[in-house]
């Protein structure tokens, strides 16, 4: 699986003296995909002290301005979304815009943009990194963990 060797990083609750602002957004399609990876983020978020401010949005290829919307008042965000292939290109199509536009937005921002985008070829794949009791990785930790990580200048030179 590709979670192995999976960095892990200390969370602390605060930045620069105050509670850290941490906001997740999330896709409303595959709810059960989608409740694993929301429960990941928030669970470490509640690990750190944090209660994040979760905005959902109509699918994977809204993230990226669910997110910039988020960044204009948050320390960090969680991207989280689903795209499972089909028979047709919209598949690589929503994964493109998504994953370039999540990048646009942190560059753009500088505000850490987690990322819990799960590209998947079946169902399956996407339950097996959702988190959910019986999966073999939690995607939604791991994004959240990461943006939490550069919120607090994991990383800086």
């Given at each position: ?24 957004v ?81 560059l ?32 939604g ?17």
């Amino acid at each position: 699986m590709s979670g192995s060797g999976a960095p892990t990083t200390a969370i602390t609750p605060g930045l620069a003296g105050r509670p850290l602002r941490l906001a997740i957004v999330a896709a409303q399609w595959h709810d059960a995909v989608m409740n694993g990876l929301i429960g990941g983020a928030t669970r470490l978020a509640a690990e750190a002290g944090i209660t994040p401010d979760i905005i959902r949005v109509p699918g994977s290829f809204e993230l990226p301005l669910g997110a910039q919307r988020a960044a204009a008042d948050h320390d960090a965000v969680v991207a989280l979304g689903v795209v499972i292939r089909g028979g047709t290109p919209h598949f690589d199509y929503v994964c493109d815009g998504a994953t370039a536009g999540l990048m646009r937005v942190m560059l753009d921002t500088g505000v850490p943009v987690g990322f819990g985008l799960l590209t998947c070829d079946d169902e399956q794949q996407a339950l097996d990194r959702a988190g959910l009791e019986g999966s073999v990785e939690d995607k939604g930790r791991e994004a959240a963990a990461a943006a939490l990580a550069m919120a607090r200048g994991a990383g800086a030179a």
